[in-house]
């Protein structure tokens, strides 16, 4: 069973930057998929992000390109997402998932693809 744990969120202002971190258990090097997601309050779970191990080219969801980054260590097993430009509207649990099927790009932002997840972090954008 691999583990997925999430750190870094927490309360930032309009405007700032926070970056999360992911960590997950299986073996180093190995061909799995990271990807985050995060849940607003009230609202369905939505993608954020993801990187292939093998194509070290992030993929990222619609209008969050430009604030958010992704970046990823495959000695280490961690998914970074370095947020800027924080927005209210950014407010939501994010969730940590990997998944060790092979994904084409189109297929990243599928939820249902994913077999491992975090407790999730909730970061919170408010002044």
């Known amino acids: 069973q691999v583990q997925v744990l999430e750190s870094g969120g927490g309360l930032v202002q309009p405007g700032g930057s926070l970056r999360l971190s992911c960590a997950h258990s299986?073996?180093?090097?190995?061909?799995?998929?990271m990807a985050w997601f995060r849940q607003p309050p009230g609202k369905a779970r939505e993608f954020v992000g993801a990187m292939k191990r093998t194509s070290g080219v992030p993929s990222y969801g619609d209008s969050l390109k430009g604030r958010f980054a992704i970046s990823r260590d495959n000695a280490k097993n961690t998914l970074d997402l370095q947020m800027n430009s924080l927005k209210p509207e950014d407010t939501a649990v994010y969730y940590c998932?990997?998944?060790?099927?092979?994904?084409?790009?189109?297929?990243?932002?599928?939820?249902?693809?994913?077999?491992?997840w975090g407790q999730g972090t909730q970061v919170t954008v408010s002044s």
């Open positions: 299986g073996r180093a090097y190995s061909g799995y998929t």
């Open positions: 998932a990997v998944t060790s099927r092979t994904l084409i790009t189109s297929s990243l932002a599928r939820d249902d693809l994913y077999e491992y």
